[in-house]
Structure formats: structure tokens, C-alpha cells
């Protein structure tokens, strides 16, 4: 997917999903409470899976300065177990930041309340949380876009979201920034919004950036923001 310097680690309880990933390292944590056939969507069997997997999810990240724990929230793995894995990276000493989806409407009433729980949870565990609202999407989007595109879609900004941060550390910029100056931004920085803005032609550099920060992901106003993580990118001519 492109991210430099970036191990990407799996950690199911379905074991059919896990055998399509293509992630670098994958963790089958399904394997006694699950059978591997998922958690059902109860963020409780998520949690009690990561938890009696613990060492195991210990051993997969130990070594890692900043880890990123991804997940769709209102569903069962994903809702339960990244707390777990995220109070794990930071016992460990990692820059820990979460990047999670609140579900789409067409989800349902019940996977939007797991989300919020799951989500509030998370946030004791984590550095710094990034909520993509998958809602929010579609006002980027064509309204006619497929189940199976929209859920792509929200797969594509959370990949923004972290290569947006990895980037800034990984490749050689004018201004460089290191490990330090992203962690002295983002440790215990708590909620954090992300906004992106993609432009061509005369005025682009402020066109991009009008459309960053009138972005649909930015659920409320950075008014008040203490540290702004800011990511540019263009052509040999930007300027």
C-alpha cells in the first residue's frame, strides 16, 4: 500500500479474513473462544480474545517506537480488541495512535452504539485517536457509490490518515521532521481531526488547503487544536 518503514501486523478472530490479508505479520486470536469463525459482532468477545492473546500481542509489536491501531468500530474484533492491543503497545513504551471508522448509517442503530462505546474506550488506551466518520464520506463521494465502494473509500482515508503521519517521518522532505517532533505533537494529545485536500491548476497550494480544513472528516473545529501536524506534497514547481 505503499508506507514506507511500516510492518503491518493482523489481528483477527476470523481466520478466514486473516488467510485474504496481506499483512506482513498475521495473529489468529479466534483460535479457542471463536473457533476462528469471528467474534459475532459482540465487542466482548473481541476483548476477552485479545485478552487471553495478550503475550502474543506483545511479542508481535515489542520493539516498535509508534504503533497504529486500526479498526472498523461497531463490530466485535475491532471494537473490543484494539483497546487491548492498545494498552499493550503503550505499556510497551510505543507512541500509540489509534485510526478508527464510525460505521455508515446503513450499518444499523446498534454497530453506531458499540462504535460509540468502543470508541470512547479506545481513547484511554491510545496517545492520540483519529475518527474517520464513514458518514462523512459520502459527501465526498459520488451519492450512487456501491455498498463495496464505500467501504473501500473509508479503507483508502484511514490509509490517508496513517501515511499522512509515517510520511512525515519516512520521506525526505525541505523541512525534515523526525520521530521526536512528531511525538512531542502527538503523545497524550488525546482526540485529533484529520483534514485533506487535493488540488490542481492556478491556485492549487490554497485551494488544497481550504479544502483540508473544510474537509467532511473534520467532525468539529480545530479551534483550540494545541499542535498541528501539517503534511505538503506537490511537484518540483511548488511554491
Sequence with gaps: VGLKGVEFIAINTDAQALLMSDADVKLDIGRELTR?????????????????????????????DMV????????????????VVANVARSLGALTIGVVTRPFAFEGRRR????????????????????????????????DVSVLDAFRSADQVLLSGVSGITDLITTPGLINLDFADVKSVMAHAGSALMGIGRAR?????????????????LEASIEGAQGVLLNIAGGSDLG
Excluded: Y
Design 36 to 64: 476462528g469463525l469471528g467474534a459475532g459482532a459482540d465487542p466482548e468477545v473481541g476483548r476477552k480474545a485479545a485478552e487471553d492473546h495478550r503475550d502474543e500481542i506483545e511479542e508481535v509489536i515489542k520493539g516498535a
Design 68 to 83: 497504529f491501531v486500526t479498526a472498523g468500530e461497531g463490530g466485535g474484533t475491532g471494537t473490543g480488541g484494539a483497546p
Design 112 to 143: 453506531a452504539n458499540q462504535a460509540d462505546t468502543g470508541i470512547d474506550t479506545l481513547r484511554e488506551e491510545v496517545d492520540t485517536l483519529i475518527v474517520i466518520p464513514n458518514v462523512r464520506l459520502l459527501a465526498m463521494t459520488d451519492r
Design 201 to 217: 491548476g492556478e491556485d492549487r497550494a490554497t485551494a488544497a488547503a481550504e479544502q483540508a480544513f473544510a474537509s467532511p472528516l
